[in-house]
């Protein structure tokens, strides 16, 4: 009997450590929009200081993007301010599952417009009382944001050789390139013609010329 009962007790072990292995949510998962792959698993520690310090400041810059789109939503009623800031927090939560992934402590408070990183909490606030002032204003701080997530996610690829990050990374930047398309476009079928603030004339163009129509003779 005492052979038995250790044999059934290792089934049962085995079959928990099994259940814990593949469970899980769809956290993170692609939107069809640019969204980042779900990492799984718990890999404590392995990054180096700078790959830590670029997924601090990835979650809660994507966060700003989300807190500010949802921002001009309530204030304009646009709808592309509410369909990416549905984006932004699928974006959010792929950089979340980074987070989990290396047993990291997310930085990202709940509270809509809270930042720990002073940098992005002064950025925030600066660039939404910026896009309050008109519809247009805000359609055009929003590219700016995207411009600078483009910029930030391209410094960050540089600073870091780890495949799972770089596959985020790449995902987000795709993410954010259609979000900037998507804002000038809009902007140039109010007349706007939107020039980059962050990013070079030249790369800025390549980004945008898949399917930006000129704003030639759409009025001033």
Not at 121 to 133: D, I, N, P, V, W
């Amino acid at each position: 009997m005492g052979r038995k009962l250790i044999a059934i007790m290792f089934l049962l072990i085995s079959a928990l450590l099994s259940a814990g292995c593949t469970g899980g949510g769809g956290e993170g998962q692609g939107d069809g929009k640019g969204g980042a792959p779900h990492v799984t698993g718990s890999v404590p520690g392995g990054l180096d200081a700078n790959e830590e310090a670029d997924i601090f400041y990835l979650r809660e810059e994507e966060k700003l993007a989300r807190d500010a789109y949802t921002y001009f939503c309530d204030l304009f009623g646009a709808q592309i301010f509410e369909r990416i800031a549905e984006s932004e927090q699928t974006h959010m939560d792929a950089v979340l599952t980074l987070i989990d992934r290396y047993g990291l402590e997310d930085p990202a408070q709940a509270e809509a417009g809270k930042f720990t990183n002073e940098t992005l909490q002064e950025m925030y606030e600066t660039l939404t009382t910026r896009g309050a002032a008109s519809e247009t204003e805000a359609l055009a701080v929003a590219a700016e944001i995207e411009e600078t997530d483009i910029v930030d996610l391209q410094e960050a690829l540089a600073r870091t050789d780890n495949p799972e990050i770089t596959q985020v990374y790449t995902s987000l930047m795709q993410g954010s390139e259609n979000h900037l398309r998507a804002f000038v476009r809009n902007l140039r079928q109010l007349g706007v013609d939107y020039q980059p603030v962050v990013l070079s004339e030249e790369e800025f163009e390549t980004i945008i010329s898949e399917d930006i129509p000129s704003v030639r003779g759409m009025g001033s």
